[in-house]
């Protein structure tokens, strides 16, 4: 059930009210009454989302999805009934079905009656034995690691869908459709796709589709939130979620309700187009978009026009995300103050894992000495210090209690000023997240129509050539550009460039962009792979990886393994690298002073 051909001719509004589980309770309700949208989406799964969602099966069988999304849209379910607004989400987690059937218990209780479907297919955690024996590795995409000679047993492990049985659902007639680990832009190809009638190939308007869907998909991380540029942000109010307008031929407007906070500008578009992405390349299992080709335009306040995509055909493997219990964790910070801190530091470590019966009988420790202290501090919070150690093992009785109380014992007979930020706690288990592929033949998407049909989604690879998109890494030109004779000065990076850094599994990425042609033509001389390495000590014996987006006047680096087994395992104290790019910016470099004056070099 199409819209009708007049609605058709127009855009179709999407509009997203979650970017993460756990995310604004109001913004469904805001979204909803906030302004004309066609379809409400909510982005709730990450790669930790599933662990935390496996967790929670443990204790009660019938969980598995983001319960929150019920609180969220028990308000809004019959507004949007009333004005036709589809619900599509991925709160599904594990249990869509589930999910589903307590959808269809909060619509009795309110006395709705909408229809209801959902997907499946992304579960292989039953199949991964047949997989490979059928000759598929599911090797580590990092570090080429077959599945059959990790250590233990994966916990959960989820193919990423496509967005075609979000179409079908909504081709059925489906008022709510619940989805499991479909990728976050499929929440708005599938009801692009649906709303203009689009074809398996139409791929450029997919990828139009898909590049508006990464826009929208972490919410107002597109309209002002995590914004390097504070000062561009005049309205401080809690910034309004997206709304993705999406056209025809695949092109869109970024905007947000009226009378919201925050801003949408090319500035936050860009940010949020470089979040969590690799090569230029974004392959999705729909469609590979090229975000390289990507042109925006500010239309008028608070809208931004995304025009140019082009799409290729989507490779013929699906990315799966698999998550083992690593084992348990337990972290203690010590608070060190004033005088002689590096060798207090060395001293509690050494009391503390005598005590303890040595480091050697953990799989892992960490110990970080984080200086916040300066010299004739002005306040006693300035002059400390903190020293974080965080042990790893199998054996929860060895991380748990043990190990803090022992820190404990430092109290009297330890170094002067001894204490702890908090109190002894106990363990807690943590996952490593392994990314791999499957061909796409071997997963069989379905979507469980209103009526109970259970409609088989063929993979859009099936009869296209195998293969992908290559992964390209760039480099500036050699000889670099002769600039002219100008002062260089000392400035912070940040002078020239915003960033936004974030995850990718266990790499992190940066992406730096600039507001004029002038400061994008020095940095992307300037800032090479070995000169990020530079900037950022913890990324010395890393492979750094170089991307250009010359449309974007942006660059985009990925960082190998900074992140270790995954957010789950990290011991980083930013384990989701949230905070990489803005310590980055803060970096001192030697920059022509007439880019600061805002003039050509």
Known sequence: MRPDTSSARRPVRIGNSSGFFGDRPEAAREMVEGGPIDVLTGDYLA??????????????????????????????????????????????????????????????????????????GDDLLPRLDDLTAAGHPLAHLDTGQPLAEADGKPVTANAYLGGWGITAA???????????????????????????????????????????????ECGPQATGGNYSYLHEITDRRYPGFPVAEIAGDGSSVITKHDGTGGLVSVGTVTAQLLYEIAEPAYLNPDVVAHFDTITLEQQAPHRVRLSGTRGTPPPDTLKVCLNFLGGYRNTMTLVLTGLDIEEKAAWAQ???????????????????????????????????????????DRDPRKVGRRFSNATMELALGGYAGF????????????????????????????????????LGIPATVEGTPPGGTAVRQSEPPEPPPVLR????????????????????GGNANIGLWTRDEAEHRWLRTYLTAERLRDLLPEAKNLDIRRFELPNLRALNFVIVGLLGEGVASSTRPDPQAKGLGEYVRSRLVAMPQELLDGGTP
Not at 355 to 381: H, K, M, S, T
């Open 47 to 120: 790669e930790l989302t599933m662990l935390i969602l496996w967790k929670a099966r443990q204790k009660d069988p019938d969980a598995g999805y983001a319960r929150t999304v019920l609180g969220q849209l028990e308000h809004v379910l019959g507004t949007c009934l009333d004005r036709g607004i589809k619900i599509v989400n991925n709160a599904g987690g594990l249990n869509p079905s589930g999910l589903a059937g307590r959808f269809t218990a909060l619509a009795e209780r309110l006395g709705l009656h909408p229809k209801i479907a959902h997907i499946t």
């Open 170 to 216: 909504l081709d059925a007639g489906a008022d709510i459709v619940i989805c499991p680990r479909v990728t976050d832009a499929s929440l708005v190809t599938g009801p692009a796709a649906w709303w203009h009638g689009w074809r398996r190939d139409d791929f450029d308007r997919l990828a139009g589709a898909l590049a508006a869907g990464h826009v929208i």
């Open 350 to 392: 050494d009391e503390l894992f005598d005590i303890l019966g040595g480091r050697e009988q953990f799989d892992g420790v960490d110990v970080r000495l984080l200086r916040y202290d300066r010299p004739d501090a002005p306040g006693n919070e300035q002059a400390v210090a903190h020293l974080r150690i965080t042990v790893k």
């Open 419 to 454: 204490h702890t930020t908090t109190p002894p706690s106990a363990e807690s288990a943590y996952g490593v997240y392994w990314p791999a592929v499957v061909p796409a033949r071997e997963v069989s998407q379905v979507a469980v129509l209103p009526d109970g049909t259970r």
């Open 485 to 504: 004779d100008d002062p260089r000065v000392l400035a912070p990076l940040g002078r020239i460039c915003a960033a936004r850094s974030g995850d990718k």
